[in-house]
């Protein structure tokens, strides 16, 4: 089942290519550096450690980085041109020759020694060619999903604006509710201060009936004396 992407996951697996990139540049510079200023002196073995763990770690993260991407490729849900296929192969061709050119070049000044001059005139083309190949296959995989990361960036707004609506809709049916409640609290209040307030009545009445047979008896009184 195909699964859908996001710009961010292809800018995750972009990072990955870019530090392998830059281990697999480092590595023969730091060979050539080796050679021109004597950086490590006699010390080959440190030359050799150094080097050769740059180039296995940068050559594992674009290995990774490769299979992320290709997975990427078939899961999507964006149909694909026709020239997207093409590209992202070229992009793993141009950067697979970039790891081989890195390697030639870190090998040779580790096994070989007392040319130097000759290893410091091999790595001006040979790190030319790997430098051109890894920013061409950085290129071609960005050309490659060019117009699935405005298919993505579309649906992600699409995605926003569907979630501000309906927060919108939320606070709009809460707040008619409110007044709904609020108008049949005033209404009810209303109604119970309109109706007679029989009990008040009967005892106004009771205390005037006290009163006049009070009267009464005090008239009474008087005539009888």
Excluded: C
Excluded at 2 to 26: D, Q
Excluded at 54 to 64: M, R, Y
Excluded at 105 to 110: H, P
Excluded at 195 to 210: H, R, T, Y
Aim: proline share 2%; net charge positive.
């Amino acid at each position: 089942m195909k699964k859908e992407m996001n710009t961010k996951t292809y800018n995750l697996t972009k990072y990955i290519a870019t530090i392998g990139a830059v281990l697999l540049f480092t590595a023969p510079l730091l060979s050539f550096l080796s050679e021109w200023k004597d950086i490590f002196k006699d010390n080959r073995g440190t030359l050799a450690g150094v080097t050769l763990a740059l180039e296995i770690i940068g050559v594992v993260l674009i290995v990774f980085y490769m299979f992320l991407r290709w997975s990427y490729f078939k899961k999507t849900t964006f149909t694909h041109t026709k020239k997207d296929r093409p590209y992202l192969m070229a992009s793993f061709g141009l950067y697979t020759l970039g790891i081989i050119l890195s390697f030639i070049y870190v090998i040779l000044v580790i096994a070989i020694k007392g040319h130097r001059t000759g290893m410091m005139i091999t790595f001006a083309p040979m790190y030319v060619i790997e430098f051109v190949s890894l920013v061409a296959a950085s290129i071609f995989e960005s050309m490659s999903r060019l117009q699935e990361q405005v298919y993505l960036a579309e649906l992600e707004n699409e995605h926003v604006e569907k979630q501000a609506k309906a927060s919108k809709t939320e606070k709009k049916k809460y707040s008619t509710s409110g007044v709904k409640r609020t108008d049949a609290a005033a209404e009810m209040l209303a109604k119970d201060e309109s109706k007679p307030k029989k009990k008040n009545i009967d005892v106004d009445e009771e205390l005037q009936q006290q009163l006049q047979d009070a009267l009464n008896e005090s008239d009474k009184d008087e005539i009888k004396d």
